[in-house]
């Protein structure tokens, strides 16, 4: 790349008056670190790093998970989230199960663990040891859907179907709790999901469609 | 033989025109699809970029043997040398990137890449920031380009001098992101002599080239695949750096290569709607027409362009002028994004539009009826405002005031236009072998569309079977070419491919008929699953029967766009909102959205219902919650996840209704993917100042902002 002139600073970090930008760009510099996105926190030395990552995968444990109904034992590191051990330490994989904001945001990775819906991707997979997992393909198959997923085709409620399996997954515990849930109950037990394309009318309609279908057996 | 086949009337459709559920529904909604995510290949390696966080930094060291030596790790590569300057944040923040056996051991080489960087010179990353006095020069190009004036600013003053009110603002809307669910990336599986690339992409047939030039290979050595994809918006042409970063991975490992940005990278790199700064002057007269009016458009598509249509947007104004530029910033191109500009001229212009009407005491649907040019609006005005309760509301003249528990109600308008119809550039295969089974192949992606189904659906229609008796083939290179899907053309470049091959598959099957049944090509009636001779009694024979007419040899013909298929001319759309606003908080609720807008056949009501409701929410999303936000003194970008950079949920979910324009004359085939996302920000603004005075200038619409507009009007 061409190089530039150099440019004023915006203030001298050697300054008496440090601006914000600066204090942190020396403090950076003081402690030798990168600011690298994502890394900001885990900007570990080399040693460390290095120290850290043998320790992790030395660490491997074995993990006995009961996953659609199946008993499966899987090598995991003890920071390896439920998500990344559906889509990534099963062999074959379990990829529908989606990884959006891997940060508890979105819903599109949810799961149920003993039934409950939860973020798979702020659970560890060592902590869920004699756990059962439900995941979208333990609800049904593409020619066995259950009432849930029925109503998602039916009511058009997946378009670029990214989100859908967490929305399936959710709107399935929703109808487990909630016999016949109102409109509300039904925007509240599905609002820690996200959907981009914009499918949430048809997704409450699909979530009512079923209750009334399956009497609020969730399935 | 007719050569130009002709769309049935649409009370003649037996499948179109109706609504029907989707091809992909099941495999969706088990998590059977496979995304590019969720590819897996023998021997595949984990691919990750490395990014720095600062825009207009320079790369003193780069130290990568700590990441080489993670076990686990297969390569470790620069891409950014010691001496490089960084000069905007985006895709130019890549400073190395890493492969390794499981994407834990990828994200630990990512961290242990150590570098250093100094001499952070302003950031430049806002408007103010470029254009102050003495500002560097970010890319060396000056901070400020494709400046344009159009009219008479001065023609326009003087016109205004017979205005009955005049009014001068400015009108200020944020960066958006696409915020696909599926973050962008690829697979590349490359063995040294051909390559299948399985991508996140909105133009498949158009990536081929891209991906053949990265990797050296022969076009026809490429193949690309993307049977479904997790969203796109206008964010997903080309390949990227990503993109090629991902092939040259692969032809040093000879491994199968998956590169996924997560999602602040996503944020960080991977496109959005650029952000506008607008002035505007202009004024009408007694009867609430425009006499003038001026804008001066500052574009913010960072080192990109913007977008940014012609003004006056939708409304005719005979004296009207322009200052129009592009202000660039340290950050990413903006890229297209559902009607590129539309949506940000909608508010400057909608907002301006209302405000005029309140200054002279005049209703704002009256004041934009006598504004536009096209009766269809006035229809459409006519729809939404009945819809919506707008004869009954008390408060159509002036805003409203609080009730005694702080909370106001309100209603407000807005407009959309797009270009209809499609384009050249689709050709379509329709097989059908003798034992009856029918595949219509292209090889068009699906955003979540619908286009998967509308292959299928249109070939089902025309031989008159269930849409389960149609099997489609989407989304590989290797099938006949598409265009790429980007300004709601995939449907008009589609549809009439697939009526032109579907015509061709029936005549050549009746060909067939003539010597058994008599009639000439084209006196044949095929109607659930069975033909007879026009109008004569019973159905003869079975569509199997028919097939086995073809003994032993499959029938394939082709089909290409025929421009007398889809529709031309201009789009046209209205949508109304309905709002409460707690004074007292300055929280905005969204209560009710309508919308109708003109679309030709409506070739599937159900997803085209989808697509109207998803361009509501993307703009109620886009007026409440949206902003990217960075640090003006660091140069940092804060809303890198989405729980910094909010969409909307559940909980925000208006009642959302669809009225399909029933009265749109043209029997012809178009798409609506642009229309409905460019007016429902702007109709909420207005709806939130008929409320209760609160006149919202900028996006998005936070209690803050509420409220401080409402002590504006205090
Ligand atoms: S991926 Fe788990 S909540 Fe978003
Ligand atoms: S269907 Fe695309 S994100 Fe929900």
Redesign the pocket.
């Given at each position: 790349m061409a190089k530039r002139p150099r440019e004023p600073r915006e203030s001298d970090p050697q300054g008496p008056d440090l601006s914000r930008r600066s204090f942190l760009v020396s403090a950076g510099s003081a402690a030798a670190g990168s600011v690298l996105a994502g890394g900001l926190a885990g900007a570990a030395t080399a040693a460390e790093a290095q120290e850290s990552t043998d320790g992790r995968l030395a660490g491997l444990v074995n993990v006995r998970l009961k996953i659609n109904g199946e008993q499966r034992t899987v090598a995991v590191e003890p920071r390896t989230t439920l998500?990344s051990t559906l889509r990534h330490r099963l062999d074959p994989a379990l990829t529908g199960t989606?990884?959006?904001?891997?940060?508890?945001?979105?819903?599109?990775?949810t799961v149920l663990v003993d039934g409950r819906p939860v973020?798979?991707?702020?659970q560890l997979a060592c902590t869920l040891e004699g756990s059962e997992i439900t995941t979208v393909e333990g609800l049904g198959s593409p020619d066995d859907m259950s009432d849930v997923q029925q109503a998602f085709c039916d009511k058009d409620a997946s378009m670029c179907g990214f989100c859908t399996p967490g929305f399936v997954v959710a709107t399935t515990a929703c109808l487990a709790k909630h016999a016949a849930p109102d409109d509300a109950t039904i925007r509240h037990e599905l609002s820690g999901n996200l959907c981009r394309c914009g499918t949430y009318p048809h997704i409450f309609e699909a979530a009512a469609s079923a209750a009334s279908k399956s009497g609020g057996r969730g399935r | 033989m007719s050569p130009t086949p002709k769309w049935k009337p649409r009370g003649e459709m037996t499948l179109l025109n109706t609504g029907y559920a989707r091809l992909d529904g099941p495999d969706k909604v088990t998590g059977r699809a496979v995304y590019s995510h969720d590819v897996r290949l023998p021997r595949q390696v984990y691919a990750r970029l490395v990014l720095h966080s600062y825009p207009r930094a320079e790369l003193t060291s780069l130290d990568l043997e700590p990441a080489r030596r993670i076990p686990g790790v297969v390569l470790v590569e620069a891409q950014k040398a010691a001496g490089d300057e960084l000069v905007y944040l985006g895709d130019d923040s890549i400073v190395a990137y890493v492969a390794a056996e499981t994407p834990e051991a990828a994200k630990d080489a990512a961290r242990a890449v150590r570098a250093a960087f100094r001499d952070h010179y302003p950031p430049m990353v806002t408007r103010e920031q470029s254009l102050s006095p003495g500002a560097p020069s970010i890319t060396g190009r000056g901070n400020t380009s494709g400046a344009r004036d159009r009219g008479d600013e001065a023609a326009v003053d003087s016109a205004l001098e017979g205005a009955a009110v005049v009014v001068e603002q400015v009108y200020e809307l944020p960066i958006q992101h696409h915020v696909c669910l599926e973050t962008h990336g690829h697979v590349v599986d490359y063995d040294g002599e051909s390559a299948t690339c399985y991508a996140s992409t909105q133009a498949v047939s158009g990536s081929v080239d891209e991906f053949a030039r990265n990797l050296g290979l022969p076009a026809d050595k490429v193949r690309v695949l993307t049977p479904v994809m997790g969203g796109g918006f206008g964010a997903k042409f080309g390949i990227g750096l990503e993109g090629a970063i991902c092939c040259l991975i692969a032809k040093k490992l000879l491994r199968p290569v998956h590169l996924m940005l997560d999602r602040p990278q996503e944020f960080q790199m991977a496109g959005n709607r650029s952000g506008t700064w607008v002035r505007m002057r202009g004024g009408i007269d007694a009867q609430g027409r425009l006499v003038g009016q001026f804008a001066e458009v500052d574009r913010l598509g960072g080192t990109g362009g913007g977008a940014f249509p012609l003004m006056p947007y939708i409304y005719a104004c005979e004296t009207n002028a322009a200052r129009t530029r592009s202000v660039h910033t340290a950050l990413d191109s903006n890229r297209a994004m559902r009607a590129p500009g539309h949506p940000q001229a909608s508010f400057a212009q909608e907002s301006f539009l209302d405000e005029l009407a309140y200054a002279a005491g005049l209703d704002p649907v009256e004041v934009r009826k006598v504004n536009v040019e096209s009766d269809v609006y006035r229809r459409h005005l006519d729809v939404v405002a009945d819809a919506i309760g707008w004869d009954a509301h008390p408060n159509r003249t002036a805003p409203g005031e609080a009730g005694a528990d702080g909370w106001a109600e309100g209603i407000g308008f807005g407009l959309a236009t797009w270009r209809a119809g499609g384009r050249p550039g689709c050709e379509v295969e329709v097989r059908i072998t003798p034992d009856g089974a029918v595949t219509s192949s292209c090889a068009v992606q699906d955003l979540g569309t619908g286009s998967r189904t509308l292959v299928a659906a249109i070939i089902a229609e025309e031989l008159g079977l269930p849409l389960s008796a149609v099997t489609a083939r989407i989304g590989d290179s290797d099938l006949p070419p598409s265009v790429g899907s980007g300004g709601s053309v995939t449907t008009g470049a589609l549809a009439p491919a697939l009526k032109v091959a579907a015509h061709r598959a029936r005549e050549a099957l009746e060909q067939r008929l003539v010597p058994v049944l008599g009639a000439e090509v084209g006196d044949y009636e095929w109607v659930r699953g069975r033909v007879r001779v026009a109008g004569e009694g019973d159905m003869t024979m079975s569509f199997g029967e028919v097939c086995a007419l073809l003994g032993n040899q499959p029938l394939s013909v082709r089909g290409e766009y025929d421009g007398s298929l889809d529709a031309d001319g201009s789009l046209h759309g209205a949508q109304a909102a309905r709002v409460r606003v707690d004074t007292l908080t300055g929280r905005v609720e969204v209560l009710d959205m309508v919308a109708t807008h003109d679309q030709g056949i409506p070739l599937n009501r159900l997803a085209l219902t989808s697509q109207i409701n998803g361009g509501m929410i993307q703009a109620l999303s886009y007026g409440l919650l949206e902003e990217r936000v960075l640090d003006a003194e660091m140069g940092w970008l804060l809303s890198d996840n989405?729980e910094s950079y909010k969409i909307a949920g559940p909980k925000e979910m208006p009642r959302l209704r669809v009225i399909l324009d029933e009265d749109d004359g043209r029997n012809l085939a178009t798409g609506m993917a642009e229309a409905p996302v460019i007016p429902g920000h702007s109709a909420i603004a207005n709806a939130i100042f008929n409320a209760c005075g609160a006149r919202l200038r900028s996006l998005p619409f936070t209690p803050d902002r509420v409220l401080a507009a409402l002590a504006e009007r205090a």
């Amino acid at each position: 790349m061409a190089k530039r002139p150099r440019e004023p600073r915006e203030s001298d970090p050697q300054g008496p008056d440090l601006s914000r930008r600066s204090f942190l760009v020396s403090a950076g510099s003081a402690a030798a670190g990168s600011v690298l996105a994502g890394g900001l926190a885990g900007a570990a030395t080399a040693a460390e790093a290095q120290e850290s990552t043998d320790g992790r995968l030395a660490g491997l444990v074995n993990v006995r998970l009961k996953i659609n109904g199946e008993q499966r034992t899987v090598a995991v590191e003890p920071r390896t989230t439920l998500l990344s051990t559906l889509r990534h330490r099963l062999d074959p994989a379990l990829t529908g199960t989606k990884e959006v904001c891997d940060r508890g945001n979105c819903g599109a990775c949810t799961v149920l663990v003993d039934g409950r819906p939860v973020y798979s991707c702020l659970q560890l997979a060592c902590t869920l040891e004699g756990s059962e997992i439900t995941t979208v393909e333990g609800l049904g198959s593409p020619d066995d859907m259950s009432d849930v997923q029925q109503a998602f085709c039916d009511k058009d409620a997946s378009m670029c179907g990214f989100c859908t399996p967490g929305f399936v997954v959710a709107t399935t515990a929703c109808l487990a709790k909630h016999a016949a849930p109102d409109d509300a109950t039904i925007r509240h037990e599905l609002s820690g999901n996200l959907c981009r394309c914009g499918t949430y009318p048809h997704i409450f309609e699909a979530a009512a469609s079923a209750a009334s279908k399956s009497g609020g057996r969730g399935r | 033989m007719s050569p130009t086949p002709k769309w049935k009337p649409r009370g003649e459709m037996t499948l179109l025109n109706t609504g029907y559920a989707r091809l992909d529904g099941p495999d969706k909604v088990t998590g059977r699809a496979v995304y590019s995510h969720d590819v897996r290949l023998p021997r595949q390696v984990y691919a990750r970029l490395v990014l720095h966080s600062y825009p207009r930094a320079e790369l003193t060291s780069l130290d990568l043997e700590p990441a080489r030596r993670i076990p686990g790790v297969v390569l470790v590569e620069a891409q950014k040398a010691a001496g490089d300057e960084l000069v905007y944040l985006g895709d130019d923040s890549i400073v190395a990137y890493v492969a390794a056996e499981t994407p834990e051991a990828a994200k630990d080489a990512a961290r242990a890449v150590r570098a250093a960087f100094r001499d952070h010179y302003p950031p430049m990353v806002t408007r103010e920031q470029s254009l102050s006095p003495g500002a560097p020069s970010i890319t060396g190009r000056g901070n400020t380009s494709g400046a344009r004036d159009r009219g008479d600013e001065a023609a326009v003053d003087s016109a205004l001098e017979g205005a009955a009110v005049v009014v001068e603002q400015v009108y200020e809307l944020p960066i958006q992101h696409h915020v696909c669910l599926e973050t962008h990336g690829h697979v590349v599986d490359y063995d040294g002599e051909s390559a299948t690339c399985y991508a996140s992409t909105q133009a498949v047939s158009g990536s081929v080239d891209e991906f053949a030039r990265n990797l050296g290979l022969p076009a026809d050595k490429v193949r690309v695949l993307t049977p479904v994809m997790g969203g796109g918006f206008g964010a997903k042409f080309g390949i990227g750096l990503e993109g090629a970063i991902c092939c040259l991975i692969a032809k040093k490992l000879l491994r199968p290569v998956h590169l996924m940005l997560d999602r602040p990278q996503e944020f960080q790199m991977a496109g959005n709607r650029s952000g506008t700064w607008v002035r505007m002057r202009g004024g009408i007269d007694a009867q609430g027409r425009l006499v003038g009016q001026f804008a001066e458009v500052d574009r913010l598509g960072g080192t990109g362009g913007g977008a940014f249509p012609l003004m006056p947007y939708i409304y005719a104004c005979e004296t009207n002028a322009a200052r129009t530029r592009s202000v660039h910033t340290a950050l990413d191109s903006n890229r297209a994004m559902r009607a590129p500009g539309h949506p940000q001229a909608s508010f400057a212009q909608e907002s301006f539009l209302d405000e005029l009407a309140y200054a002279a005491g005049l209703d704002p649907v009256e004041v934009r009826k006598v504004n536009v040019e096209s009766d269809v609006y006035r229809r459409h005005l006519d729809v939404v405002a009945d819809a919506i309760g707008w004869d009954a509301h008390p408060n159509r003249t002036a805003p409203g005031e609080a009730g005694a528990d702080g909370w106001a109600e309100g209603i407000g308008f807005g407009l959309a236009t797009w270009r209809a119809g499609g384009r050249p550039g689709c050709e379509v295969e329709v097989r059908i072998t003798p034992d009856g089974a029918v595949t219509s192949s292209c090889a068009v992606q699906d955003l979540g569309t619908g286009s998967r189904t509308l292959v299928a659906a249109i070939i089902a229609e025309e031989l008159g079977l269930p849409l389960s008796a149609v099997t489609a083939r989407i989304g590989d290179s290797d099938l006949p070419p598409s265009v790429g899907s980007g300004g709601s053309v995939t449907t008009g470049a589609l549809a009439p491919a697939l009526k032109v091959a579907a015509h061709r598959a029936r005549e050549a099957l009746e060909q067939r008929l003539v010597p058994v049944l008599g009639a000439e090509v084209g006196d044949y009636e095929w109607v659930r699953g069975r033909v007879r001779v026009a109008g004569e009694g019973d159905m003869t024979m079975s569509f199997g029967e028919v097939c086995a007419l073809l003994g032993n040899q499959p029938l394939s013909v082709r089909g290409e766009y025929d421009g007398s298929l889809d529709a031309d001319g201009s789009l046209h759309g209205a949508q109304a909102a309905r709002v409460r606003v707690d004074t007292l908080t300055g929280r905005v609720e969204v209560l009710d959205m309508v919308a109708t807008h003109d679309q030709g056949i409506p070739l599937n009501r159900l997803a085209l219902t989808s697509q109207i409701n998803g361009g509501m929410i993307q703009a109620l999303s886009y007026g409440l919650l949206e902003e990217r936000v960075l640090d003006a003194e660091m140069g940092w970008l804060l809303s890198d996840n989405l729980e910094s950079y909010k969409i909307a949920g559940p909980k925000e979910m208006p009642r959302l209704r669809v009225i399909l324009d029933e009265d749109d004359g043209r029997n012809l085939a178009t798409g609506m993917a642009e229309a409905p996302v460019i007016p429902g920000h702007s109709a909420i603004a207005n709806a939130i100042f008929n409320a209760c005075g609160a006149r919202l200038r900028s996006l998005p619409f936070t209690p803050d902002r509420v409220l401080a507009a409402l002590a504006e009007r205090a």
